[in-house]
């Protein structure tokens, strides 16, 4: 069922949240399937691109420090943003790679889409086997196909992983997007 951007990011953000909120202290510094990166990584990632991608829409927010309490740096975000959904205002996001959106939209096609992909990676650096919906998956796996190369070219996604034609539509989704549906952190 189709969600607004408002409860897109609610419903993805509360998903990731269990998943910080999961993590013991000595978790953050746990390998992730992202190539030099730990599971703090990823947090920090979510939240300072997002908050310098806002400035196209005039929207400055305070930065957090993730490094002393992740799992508080990420509820404030969580916050942060949802506000801003909750009260678009007729903003504009305006970005020389994707032009000018309605600040909802934006939000919504990038960052929130890129919560719900990054919580495979945390997922898995916790040691959880994740589950990104095989719809959703197959819907998002369909859109970037025709895009693959600029998606390549972006620097934004490594290189396919190759996977077998019977594999999860999310295996073959996170095998598109450059990572190994089959790893597992070191023991």
């Known amino acids: 069922m189709p969600r607004s951007p408002a409860e897109q990011h609610a419903y993805d953000a509360a998903r990731f949240t269990g998943l910080v909120e999961s993590a013991a202290a000595g978790d953050w510094a746990r390998p992730s399937p992202v190539a030099e990166w730990r599971a703090l990584d990823i947090v920090r990632h979510l939240i300072e691109w997002s908050r310098g991608f806002l400035r196209g829409a005039g929207i400055e927010l305070s930065a957090l420090d993730v490094d002393a309490d992740p799992a508080a740096a990420w509820k404030q975000h969580v916050a942060d943003i949802q506000a801003i959904l909750d009260e678009p205002a007729g903003r504009v996001l305006s970005n ?90 070191q023991r």
């Open 96 to 185: 020389p790679h994707t032009g000018d959106k309605p600040v909802d939209e934006a939000i919504d096609q990038f960052y929130t889409a890129d919560i719900w992909m990054h919580s495979w990676d945390l997922a898995k650096a916790l040691g959880r086997e994740p589950d990104l919906g095989p719809q959703r998956c197959r819907a998002a796996l369909a859109a970037m196909e025709p895009v693959e190369q600029m998606l390549r070219d972006s620097g934004q996604f490594g290189t396919a992983v190759p996977v077998a034609g019977d594999a999860s539509a999310q295996d073959k989704l996170m095998a598109f997007i450059g990572r190994d549906p089959a790893w597992q952190p």
